[in-house]
């Protein structure tokens, strides 16, 4: 783990910020002795965020910070850093100290945190926060320092992050009223499904009604259960590295079950062994897209991209 400074003060706003109060709350507090505080030559209060921390757990007061004792100067550091610098290299530095210590939970919560504060968007969230995490436990197991199943523990514990957080945010999410529908998962022979579980979670965020088919799923149950539901987008993520050869195939066995009364947009995800010939991409849809990010197709659905709208079917 890289050096964390320990000795972190924070202004009245950002101690507002972590304790979900108003600032002239926090210098009541302050005014009154109940928070220790100090001032600045220039006359500014600071906080110690030990001092912030003990007054938070002594009046029961659950921040952000409250599931990392003794860890709050790392996690605080880590997520200024994302905030402040748009970086998340602290952030990924402690995620990985607690991967090689084996402090799963602490990883799940640091994550759980971070997708709760929306301090970034949650395309980011996936593409870069979980997505970078994962691609340096890759890179560990490649070295030797992880085993096999440590490194399906990180992902196992990403797919808790993305589950819980969906649950969370389940109540107040929009709703598509049966215009928007999805069907989304991984093709078969692609056990890992990150990224659809993102893409799916992205979709429903967005209103968006989502049948998801998770990892492992044959391609030609994409086409019966996007005619059966009527969806008007195809989310599959791809086994990697895509060759062309297996764009081309699935799109073929897509254009098979296409039924032009019930028409839909296809959207491919994944990492590509090369550029995919246009010519593999070509069939009976709407269109065909090829995603490296869901960023990417965030863009997409914000910029009202020609997805139609699903046609009513009886179940």
Avoid at 72 to 98: G, I, N, Y
Avoid at 102 to 120: K, N, P, V, Y
Avoid at 188 to 196: F, I, R, T, V
Avoid at 214 to 232: L, N, T
Wanted: aromatic share 8%; glycine share 10%.
């Amino acid at each position: 783990m890289e050096h964390f400074n320990p000795d972190l003060s924070l202004t009245s706003t950002q101690a507002a910020e972590l304790l979900d109060v108003h600032p002239s709350t926090v210098k009541r507090w302050c005014n009154d002795g109940a928070l220790a505080s100090s001032k600045t030559g220039g006359g500014h209060r600071r906080i110690h965020l030990e001092d912030l921390q003990l007054f938070a757990r002594e009046n029961e007061i659950d921040t952000i910070l409250s599931p990392f004792h003794p860890y709050e100067p790392h996690v605080w550091t880590a997520l200024q850093e994302l905030q402040d610098d748009d970086s998340f290299r602290r952030f990924h530095s402690l995620a990985m100290s607690w991967v090689f210590r084996g402090q799963l939970q602490r990883l799940h919560d640091l994550f759980l945190t971070l997708a709760r504060s929306e301090i970034i968007p949650f395309s980011r969230f996936c593409d870069e926060g979980i997505r970078g995490l994962m691609e340096q436990v890759g890179g560990a197991w490649h070295a030797g320092k992880l085993r096999a199943g440590e490194e399906h523990m990180v992902t196992q514990a990403m797919i808790e992050v993305l589950l819980e957080y969906r649950r969370e945010v389940a109540g107040s999410l929009p709703r598509g009223h049966g215009e928007r529908i999805a069907v989304v998962g991984s093709t078969e022979g692609n056990q890992h499904h990150l990224g659809s579980l993102c893409v799916r979670v992205l979709l429903e965020r967005k209103g968006w009604e989502v049948y998801y088919l998770g990892p492992d799923v044959p391609v030609e149950d994409f086409g019966a259960i996007q005619e059966g539901r009527g969806a008007g987008l195809v989310c599959i993520s791809l086994t990697p590295p895509a060759t062309t050869g297996e764009v081309a195939r699935l799109v073929r066995i897509l254009s098979e079950f296409y039924h032009a009364e019930h028409p839909y947009t296809l959207a491919l995800g994944g990492s590509l062994a090369s550029p995919v010939d246009p010519e593999a991409t070509e069939g009976p849809f709407e269109r065909v897209d090829m995603y490296g990010s869901c960023a990417e197709l965030e863009m997409t659905l914000d910029q009202g991209g020609p997805i139609p709208r699903a046609e009513h079917v009886q179940a």
